[in-house]
């Protein structure tokens, strides 16, 4: 269990939603920070940003302007966002020019992290193996060769929306028009046959990095966005794997969060192969209500839900 920091009080601006296709997974983990938040006495401020981008107050329309005011007056910001508009580093470049803390990752981590192939190049730069992949946009798309079964997903979106997994040409064809649908470039990668494990990093402001217990996704194939929310999928945690599996994912996490440049807490997910493991994607704002992975990781390590949330909000704030 990580030691709680002193019950200091604060005004904490929690943002959910979203202009993306992850607005209602965000709006459900703001739901669950807040009520967190609550619960350890903060005064909980949340702001909804609308499928349109339009910002609301609790269940007030607010202009932007208005928003930085009330932001301004805030002594941090939690935002619960997932996905492009939020989890990418936009958000977070928000709260650094209004000037006021933020949990989770900074610019640099969340624009790289949310590009699938930048993460991509990160990795190999640092050692780590991920799926052999190519990327493509709708103009080179034609000129892919299908040769084997391949996992098309989108670029820059979570949750799994859009991903599938082709096995003939014509599935590919279906495939790349849904992957489409969520931005312009699509990652077209070779199948990894191995556990899906996640790994979540926390970054201390000492500089110190815990790793908790990992996480197997238990799922009969491609884990998708039906299986991650519709429940067909299990989580085994602490996932059952050998010692010296156990240490390389950890060295892997840790690796890739230090050279995304990440902070606070990340989910970085692994494939594990009999060759190790292979990077599958990093999460700089994770799913994040109490039966999310990460906070899922944290609670079979000792620190529950309320907990964690304190612990980030806190972090946030001494680590300006």
Known sequence: MIKQPDTAQYRVAVIGGGANCEHDVSIASAAAVVAALESFGHQAIPFTIDPS????????????????????????????????????????GLCELVGVPYVGSGVGAGALAMDKWATKLVAGAVGIATAPATLLTESTAASYAFSQPVVVKPLSAGSSFGVGLARTPVELATALADAFEFGDRVLVEDVVVGREIDVAVLGRPDGSRLVAPALEIIVEELFSHADKYGGAAGFRVPAEIEDADRIALADAAVAMYDALGCCGLARIDYFLTDEGPVLNEVNTMPGFTEQSQAPKMFAAAGTGYPDLVNLLVSDAIAGE
């Open 53 to 92: 981008g339009q910002w609301r107050a609790g269940r007030r329309q607010i202009d932007f302007g208005t928003a930085v005011t009330m932001l301004r007056d805030c002594d941090v910001v939690f935002p619960a966002l997932h996905g492009p508009r939020g989890e990418d580093g936009t958000v977070a």
